[in-house]
């Protein structure tokens, strides 16, 4: 349960930094900051060290570190799920232009590098691809995953508890 909790604060976190973007003008065809990667790096983590604090300050028993990653594993597991879904609710219903603003800026960043030619379009042409709505909700789902698990694998080591005697 301590898992559903946190993947719905995840969710919500995402939906207002979308939110707070778009009010700060971020999502506009002229801004270079448009960035899914606060929604991929930084709330996962963020949250399954809040699930795993709050699994361990409701226990009374004894916490392995087995027992502490499985909570931090689930935990990263549910909010690559529900972020999944927020992210199909971002790029279709609050900025559906989403994708394309990230190809214009991954175009205008290999520009800007100094390429040109065939080697910038196979570059754009690149970002098209990933940013396309299959394959965006995979890198969706599996970049939130990872950084949860890596989170989870650091934190267990801090959260142990050994029982009282």
Do not use: C
Request: aromatic share 6%.
């Amino acid at each position: 349960m301590v898992a559903i909790i946190w993947a719905v604060v995840a969710a919500i976190l995402a939906i207002l930094v979308v939110v707070v973007e778009q009010l700060l003008g971020f999502h506009e065809p002229t801004s270079s900051a448009v960035s899914p990667n606060i929604l991929w790096f930084i709330i996962p983590p963020l949250v399954v060290v809040a699930a795993m604090v709050h699994n361990r300050q409701r226990s009374t028993e004894a916490i392995t570190y087995g027992l502490a990653l499985r909570v931090g594993l689930v935990t990263a597991a549910a909010t690559s799920t529900i972020l999944a879904a927020t992210w199909a609710v971002i790029t279709k219903v609050l900025v559906p232009d989403f994708a394309f603003l990230l190809t214009a800026q991954r175009h205008a960043d290999v520009m800007s590098a100094g390429a040109a030619g065939n080697e910038a379009m196979a570059q754009a042409y690149a970002a098209a691809k990933l940013f396309t709505m299959p394959t965006i909700m995979i890198v969706g789902f599996v970049l939130p995953m990872v950084s949860g698990s890596i989170a989870a694998a650091v934190t267990a080591i801090g959260l142990r508890r050994v029982a009282a005697k």
